[in-house]
C-alpha cells in the first residue's frame, strides 16, 4: 500500500498513538480494528511513513496481541524489526569509531540526540528507533580540528555541488564513510541552533554533561536528563518548525516520551518549564506535551493542558486529516521563501548589517536560479509543488 492510499482520520491518529504510547491495557475496539485488514493495512502504512514499525511490534509483542496477527504480517513485521535492530547495532560501531577517533585527538566529545538513547537504555529494545545520522558536539573551537581529525581516518564531506558550508550552522556538513550509506556524522559547535541558544546554552549543555560509557575502554559523554528533553522539543517544535506548522513529528513526539519513560524522576522539569519560559516559548513546551498526553497517555509535573494546547492539537489533527500528509505547493513556496528571511540568510551566509543581508540574499536568489537551470533540481521541485 502506498503512502497516498492511506485514509488518515482522528481514529487512525489515535490508535497509533495508543499502541505506541503508555497504556497499560488496549482496549478492546483497537484488538478488533486490528483484525480488519483495511484497517490494519492502513495503520502499518502510517506506520512505515513514520519510521515507527519497530516500535510497533515491540509494542504488540507487550501486549500479547503479536501472535494473533497472520503468518504473513508477523514475517513482514519481524524482518522491519529485525532491520531496525541491526542497522542500530551498526549505527553504535559507527559512534564508537568516530568518538575513540576523537577521543584519540584529545577533542572532547559529547554524543547527542538519538544517538545518545542507542547507549543509555532509553530504546530498549534497539530496534524501538530508526536511526538516520549521528550527531556529536565538540567545543567550538575545535570543530574545526575534530573534522580534520575524522577526515583524516576515513571520512569525507557528504556535499554536492549546491550544498553551501553555512557559516553560522549549529553543525558542519555531513561526514560519510564506507558504511554502506548506514548513516552520516555530524560534528556540532553548538547544540541547537545560534537563534535558539536562550532555550538551551552550550555553555550550560557542557556543564550539566553527564558520563556516557560506549564501551569498556571509551567513555564520552552526554547530556543531562532535563536537556535531553530540552533538546528534543526544542529541535522538533522550533528547529523543524512544527509547531509554526502544525505538523505531527511522530518520531520525534516518540523520542521526548521515550526519555520521559527512561529518566523519569531524574528530570528536572522545573528548569525545562523555565527554559522555555524565559525565551517566550512556554506556549511550545505545552503544545508539546499536551500532544504526547493526549496520544501516549504519558504525563508530566508540567500543566500543559492549556487552551491554547488544546487549540493547537486540535488544529494540527484536523489540518493532517484534510490535508491526508500533502504539503501545499504554497507551503512549499513559502518554505523556499523563509529562507530568504534575515535569520536564514545570517545562518548561511551571515548578516551582521545591511549590506552582508543583501549580498546574502543576491548570493541565495543566484544559487536558487543555478538550481532550477539543472534537470534534476528542477524535477525536484516541481515533485515537491505537485506533492
Not at 9 to 36: A, Y
Not at 361 to 375: E, G, N
Amino acid at each position: 500500500m502506498s503512502e497516498i492510499d492511506i485514509q488518515i482520520t482522528p481514529q487512525l491518529l489515535k490508535d497509533m498513538g495508543v499502541w505506541l504510547g503508555n497504556e497499560q491495557v488496549i482496549p478492546q475496539e483497537l484488538l478488533d480494528r486490528l483484525d480488519d485488514e483495511q484497517q490494519r493495512l492502513n495503520l502499518i502504512s502510517l506506520l512505515n511513513t513514520h519510521w515507527l514499525t519497530g516500535a510497533f511490534t515491540i509494542k504488540l509483542k507487550q501486549h500479547n496481541a503479536f501472535e494473533a496477527l497472520d503468518v504473513e504480517i508477523k514475517a513482514y513485521l519481524e524482518h522491519l524489526d529485525l532491520f531496525y535492530l541491526q542497522r542500530n547495532q551498526n549505527i553504535k560501531k559507527e559512534v564508537i569509531y568516530a568518538c575513540r577517533v576523537l577521543t584519540k585527538a584529545d577533542i572532547p566529545v559529547m554524543v547527542i540526540k538519538g544517538a545518545t538513547g542507542l547507549f543509555n537504555g532509553t530504546f530498549k529494545p534497539l530496534s524501538t528507533r530508526f536511526m538516520t545520522d549521528v550527531d556529536l558536539l565538540v567545543p567550538e573551537h575545535l570543530q574545526t580540528k575534530a573534522i580534520q581529525a575524522l577526515l583524516n581516518n576515513g571520512y569525507w564531506l557528504e556535499q554536492d555541488e549546491m550544498d553551501v558550508a553555512a557559516v553560522n550552522h549549529h553543525h558542519a556538513p555531513p561526514l560519510a564513510r564506507d558504511n554502506q550509506g548506514l548513516c552520516c556524522i555530524e560534528v556540532h559547535q553548538w547544540p541547537i541552533k545560534k537563534h535558539h541558544q536562550a532555550i538551551l546554552s552550550t555553555k550550560n549543555t557542557w556543564l550539566h554533561a553527564q558520563k556516557l560509557t560506549l564501551t569498556d575502554e571509551l567513555e564520552v559523554l552526554q547530556m543531562s536528563a532535563t536537556d535531553q528533553v530540552i533538546l528534543s522539543v526544542a529541535h522538533c517544535e522550533l528547529s523543524h518548525r512544527a509547531f509554526e506548522h502544525k505538523q505531527l513529528d511522530w518520531r520525534q513526539l516518540l523520542n521526548t516520551m521515550s526519555l520521559i519513560n527512561r529518566y523519569n524522576q531524574s528530570i528536572n522539569w522545573h528548569d525545562v518549564e523555565s527554559s522555555f519560559a524565559c525565551a517566550g516559548q512556554k506556549h511550545v513546551l505545552d503544545a508539546h506535551l499536551h500532544i504526547i498526553e493526549h496520544f501516549f497517555a504519558t504525563t508530566t509535573p508540567i500543566n500543559s493542558n492549556t487552551k491554547h494546547a488544546q487549540e493547537h492539537i486540535q488544529s494540527s489533527i484536523d489540518l493532517l486529516c484534510d490535508k491526508q500528509g500533502r504539503i501545499s505547493p504554497w507551503q512549499t513556496l513559502a518554505t523556499v521563501l523563509k529562507g530568504y528571511s534575515k535569520e536564514s540568510i545570517d545562518v548561511i551566509y551571515g548578516a551582521d548589517s545591511y549590506w552582508s543581508l543583501t549580498k546574502g540574499r543576491l548570493r541565495h536568489a543566484a544559487r536558487h536560479l543555478k538550481m532550477l537551470s539543472k534537470p534534476q533540481y528542477l524535477t525536484d521541485f516541481i515533485n515537491r509543488l505537485r506533492n
